[in-house]
């Protein structure tokens, strides 16, 4: 219903926001939204996809934990998968999940989507080189 009343794009423009708390709660509400594969690529192509690994890289946790949960749901599917990558998400990835100081929840939910993308062998390279 979210996609028929128009209301993704409003909730991206929350996940640029400068404001962390609407940041982090967007990111939640399209995490959320990307657990369902049939909607995966209409949220890469409206533009979920850079405003979640930028927010892999702020200093608050909840834009850490649910912009990585989104990654981890985005990466569930090969065609998302090939994005996720293209994105650029792999490095950010890897920096959350190896800091023992950040938030447990935001480092497993990381380790998911690089075991995610890790499942399909044609991802090995791009892992190995920036990871």
């Known amino acids: 219903r979210l996609l028929e009343e128009r209301g993704l794009p409003p909730l991206i423009s929350l996940a640029v ?26 949220l890469i192509g409206e533009g979920a996809l850079n405003p979640m690994v930028e927010a892999l890289e702020k200093d608050e946790v909840n834009c850490q934990r649910f912009a990585a949960l989104c990654i981890a749901n985005l990466s569930t599917t090969v065609s998302s998968q090939v994005k996720v990558i293209l994105s650029g998400a792999l490095r950010p990835l890897v920096s959350l999940a190896i800091k023992p100081q950040n938030q447990l929840e935001a480092r ?24």
Request: proline letters at 4%; hydrophobic letters at 45%; glycine letters at 4%.
């Open 17 to 42: 926001s400068d404001d962390l708390n609407c940041k982090g709660e967007a990111s939640r509400a399209i995490a959320n939204l990307a657990a369902n594969a049939e909607i995966q690529q209409i």
């Open 108 to 131: 497993r939910y990381a380790t998911l989507a690089l075991a995610n993308l890790a499942a399909t062998p044609a991802n090995h390279p791009a892992i190995l080189e920036d990871g």
